[in-house]
């Protein structure tokens, strides 16, 4: 099991940007695929991004292509979420996640270590 605590949410104007960080504990963050998920005040928790524990597999939600991009620095035990060209639409809690297993998916219960959240709110 890791540890994970997200950063680097806050308030920002519609077109703009942020950077999200997600640090793990421990030796073992770079043998877990990590993932990104969003949830809103009454709607169900959504996938946004996720790499497998090499970086070589990424998938990103349909909504967020081409705007959102996932990295991670295994060195320094942490993955990224840059959200670039944000929308009104993009206010949530972000929270990353450990998956089970080196490999990635989409599917919240696939992850078994999660963070405690950190908020995105996009103005218009």
């Known amino acids: 099991q890791v540890q994970l605590v997200e950063s680097g949410g806050g308030l920002v104007q519609a077109g703009g940007s942020l950077r999200l960080s997600c640090a793990a504990s421990?030796?073992?963050?770079?043998?877990?695929?990590m993932g990104w998920f969003r949830q809103a005040p009454g709607k169900e928790r959504e996938f946004v991004a996720g790499?497998?524990?090499?970086?070589?597999?990424?998938y990103y939600a349909d909504s967020v292509k081409g705007r959102f991009t996932i990295s991670r620095d295994n060195a320094r035990n942490t993955v990224y979420l840059q959200m670039n060209s944000l929308k009104p639409e993009d206010t949530a809690v972000y929270r990353c996640?450990?998956?089970?297993?080196?490999?990635?998916?989409?599917?919240?219960?696939?992850?078994?270590?999660w963070g405690q959240g950190t908020q995105v709110t996009v103005s218009s």
């Open positions: 996640a450990a998956h089970r297993t080196p490999s990635i998916s989409t599917s919240y219960t696939d992850f078994g270590s």
């Open positions: 790499i497998s524990s090499s970086g070589g597999r990424i």
């Open positions: 421990g030796r073992t963050f770079s043998i877990y695929g």
